[in-house]
């Protein structure tokens, strides 16, 4: 699953930790979503979206919907 | 419409395990036994906390055990998990003052689990995914080790003090690295 989470971070000039906190998470579950070592739970990728006042599909994008895309 | 068949997947750890427990029993080697029962439980407790809150693992819920789903239905697992870590560590501080320094570490080791502070990144949901992977390695390890020094034919005792010390170790180890990088 790829992820905008460091460009909309970053926009908003907070940090990993920062991020955490209005999450409810630790610093490291923010960190592994951004490497793309995690894929969030759903309930996670609801509070992601709501704290950036975004929809989900804005922010994550399956890996073969982009191929795709390129393919078509 | 192509409709998929739900593969269903059965969990025969327990039964591996209970027969393991039996011939150990049967031999006369009941600690190795228990030692084997105690890790299988660590390991399911671990794995049903994270059930518990976690909904994007890669484990087959319907395929879980009994125990599994139990733990998945709101049985709180960060108390489980503490009453098995506290056991745990008294447990091999009482072995350690009676010959086996070396249980000293494993005791240290459980009682960050049952720190203030630990709890609150235990309920993380990436920890508690790191923590059901590496249970799961942790758990296959600590099998492993008390497989083979049964095998070696050491005294049960050190079977079950073999077993534990792989189990707490690889599950630690396992989730710090993922942590660390």
């Given at each position: 699953m790829k992820n905008k989470l460091p460009v909309l971070r970053a926009e908003k000039g907070w940090s990993q930790a920062a991020l955490a906190e209005r999450l409810g998470v630790s610093r490291q579950t923010v960190n592994a979503i951004e490497k793309g070592r995690y894929d969030p739970s759903l309930p996670l990728a609801f509070k992601i979206a709501q704290v950036f006042g975004l929809a989900i599909e804005d922010i994550f994008t399956p890996e073969d919907t982009d191929e795709r895309t390129q393919a078509g | 419409m192509n409709e998929?068949?739900?593969v269903k997947q059965y969990d025969y750890t327990v039964l591996v395990i209970l027969f393991a427990a039996i011939v150990f029993?049967?031999?006369g080697v009941t600690q190795a036994a228990w030692a084997l029962v105690w890790v299988w439980a660590a390991a399911m407790a671990l794995i049903a906390l994270s059930l518990g809150v976690v909904a994007s693992l890669s484990l087959n819920k319907k395929g879980a055990s009994a125990f599994l789903r139990f733990g998945a239905q709101g049985v709180d697992g960060r108390l489980i998990l503490a009453l098995w870590a506290l056991l745990t560590a008294l447990a091999s501080i009482?072995?350690?003052?009676q010959g086996h320094p070396v249980l000293v570490l494993v005791a240290v080791?459980?009682?960050v689990v049952v720190?203030?502070?630990?709890?609150t990144l235990i309920v993380d949901e990436y920890v508690q995914s790191l923590i059901a992977r590496g249970a799961a390695l942790a758990?296959?390890?600590g099998l492993a080790a008390a497989m083979l020094l049964a095998a070696l034919r050491l005294p049960g005792l050190d079977v079950a003090l073999g077993a534990l010390s792989f189990y707490v170790g690889t599950l630690e180890v396992y989730v710090w690295r993922s942590l660390k990088s």
């Open positions: - | 998929r068949k739900p029993a049967i031999r009482h072995l350690a003052l080791s459980l009682m720190l203030p502070g630990t709890g758990g296959g390890v």
